[in-house]
C-alpha cells in the first residue's frame, strides 16, 4: 500500500534544511514508493491547504540551497493568529491531514516546533519530527542541522573582526545567536580565539571582564573582541529582573516561537558602553544577526540533514511514529517526541569546551 507523507518547515529557517527535504523526498519515493506533498510556511500552510509536491524536479539542485523551499513560519497550531485574534486551529489542521489521506505528518524544526508536533501528536496525528536549529539546543540529539553552517559563519566573523579591532586597539563584542543556549557563542569564540565569551548559562559580572581586559593591555595587547550570546545577561540584570517584568519576560523566553520577546542588541549595546566607561578603551559592537542563518548549508549540515531524512524515511516505512529523529553519534535513534517537546539542550556548566576555554585563558565573564 502506497504511503502518503505531509511534509512541513517550521519555526527560524535553518541551512541544511533543504538538503533534508530532498533526502525525505527522495527516499521515501525511490526506495519505498511513497508519496510525499509539502504544507507551505509551516503550520499556516497546513491550516490553509497550501501544498507543493515534494518530488522530481522540485527536489533538484536544492541539496546546496539555503532557506527551505516550502518556506517557514512561527505559528503555532493551538495559537494562530486569525483576523486580528489568536485561534486554536488545530482541528482545521486535523481536517487537512485527513483531506490528504496522511499516513504521517513529518515537522522539521527546533524546540517550538517540536511542541507543536506533541501536541498534534497528542490529538491523534502520526508524526515524526527532525532536529533543526542553528542554535543546537533541542534536547536528545548530539546536534541539529543548520548550527554547524552558522558556527563557521560566526567563527569567520570572530577572525575578521580580529584585525580591525588590533588596528584600532579597541574592543569589539560581537553578538550572536542561540537564544537562550550558548552553543552558539562559546563554540564560535572558542574557535575564533575571542577573549571574552559570554554565554546564557554563565551570568557575567561586567567588572571581572574589564579586569580581564584591562590586563591584556598590560601584557601589551591592546584590543580584545568579546564574544556575547544574545541570550546572556549579567548578574545585576538577573537581579533586577526579579522586580521588572521586561528583564524577567527576557529571561524567561524559552520557546523559539517567542523569539520578538528577546531584546535583541539591547544587553550587547549596554556591555559595549559599559566596557569602554570601565577600561577607557574605545568600544564597538557588531550584531552577526540573520547573516548566520543565511546561504548555502555546510558539507556537515548536508551530511547531517541527509543522514536524518533518509532515517525518516526509513521509519515511515516501518511506522513507528511519535518519534523525532536524532543523531547519535555517526547514526541516527528515534527518540520518543514526549522526551523532547518541552525541554531544551543548554550548555553544561562542566563541558569540554567551557573547560577547554578556561583552560586557554579565556574570560567566561564569572
Ligand atoms: O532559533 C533560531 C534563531 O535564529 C535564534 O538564534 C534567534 O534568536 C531567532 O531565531 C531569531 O528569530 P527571527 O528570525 O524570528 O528574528
Not at 523526498?25 to 525511490?30: E, T
Not at 555517526?330 to 576555554?357: N, Y
Request: contains cysteine; negative net charge; aromatic residues 4%.
Amino acid at each position: 500500500m502506497t504511503k502518503y507523507v505531509g511534509v512541513l518547515t517550521a519555526g527560524g529557517d535553518s541551512p541544511g534544511l533543504n538538503a533534508a527535504l530532498r533526502a525525505i523526498g527522495r527516499s521515501a519515493a525511490d526506495v519505498y514508493g511513497m508519496q510525499v506533498i509539502g504544507f507551505l510556511d509551516g503550520f499556516r500552510g497546513l491550516m490553509q491547504n497550501r501544498t507543493l509536491r515534494l518530488e522530481g524536479a522540485a527536489l533538484s539542485g536544492i541539496l546546496t540551497l539555503g532557506g527551505t523551499i516550502l518556506g517557514t513560519g512561527r505559528d503555532k497550531p493551538h495559537r494562530m493568529p486569525v483576523g486580528g485574534a489568536e485561534l486554536d486551529m488545530t482541528d482545521v489542521l486535523i481536517d487537512t491531514y485527513n483531506q490528504h489521506r496522511l499516513d504521517v505528518l513529518v515537522c522539521l524544526g527546533g524546540g517550538g516546533t517540536q511542541k507543536s508536533a506533541h501536541r498534534l501528536m497528542k490529538e491523534g496525528l502520526n508524526i515524526i519530527t527532525l532536529p533543526k536549529t542553528i542554535d543546537n539546543d533541542v534536547a536528545e540529539t548530539d546536534v541539529s542541522f543548520g548550527f554547524d553552517t552558522a558556527l563557521g559563519i560566526a567563527t569567520e566573523a570572530i577572525d575578521r573582526l580580529h584585525s580591525t579591532a588590533h588596528s584600532h586597539h579597541r574592543i569589539i563584542v560581537v553578538e550572536i545567536m542561540g537564544h537562550n543556549a550558548g552553543w552558539l557563542a562559546l563554540g564560535a569564540g572558542i574557535a575564533g580565539g575571542a577573549d571574552v565569551i559570554l554565554i546564557p548559562e554563565i551570568p557575567y559580572d561586567v567588572e571581572l571582564i574589564a579586569e580581564a581586559i584591562l590586563r591584556r593591555s598590560q601584557m601589551g595587547k591592546r584590543f580584545s573582541i568579546v564574544a556575547v550570546s544574545e541570550g546572556a545577561r549579567s548578574c545585576d540584570e538577573i537581579d533586577g529582573s526579579k522586580d521588572d517584568p521586561k528583564g524577567a519576560q527576557r529571561a524567561g523566553t524559552d520557546d523559539e516561537d517567542d523569539m520578538g520577546e528577546l531584546l535583541i542588541g539591547r544587553g550587547s549595546l549596554l556591555l559595549a558602553r559599559r566596557l569602554e566607561e570601565l577600561t577607557g578603551l574605545e568600544s564597538r559592537l557588531t550584531i552577526l544577526g540573520h547573516l548566520q542563518r543565511g546561504g548555502t548549508p555546510s558539507a556537515a549540515d548536508r551530511l547531517l540533514a541527509t543522514r536524518l531524512g533518509t532515517a525518516c524515511a526509513d521509519l515511515i516505512h516501518e511506522g513507528t511514529y511519535g518519534v523525532m529523529v536524532a543523531a547519535r553519534g555517526e547514526g541516527t535513534k528515534a527518540v520518543p517526541l514526549s522526551k523532547v517537546a518541552g525541554r531544551r539542550k543548554t550548555v553544561a556548566l562542566d563541558h569540554p569546551w567551557i573547560q577547554g576555554a578556561r583552560a586557554v585563558g579565556t574570560c567566561l565573564g564569572d
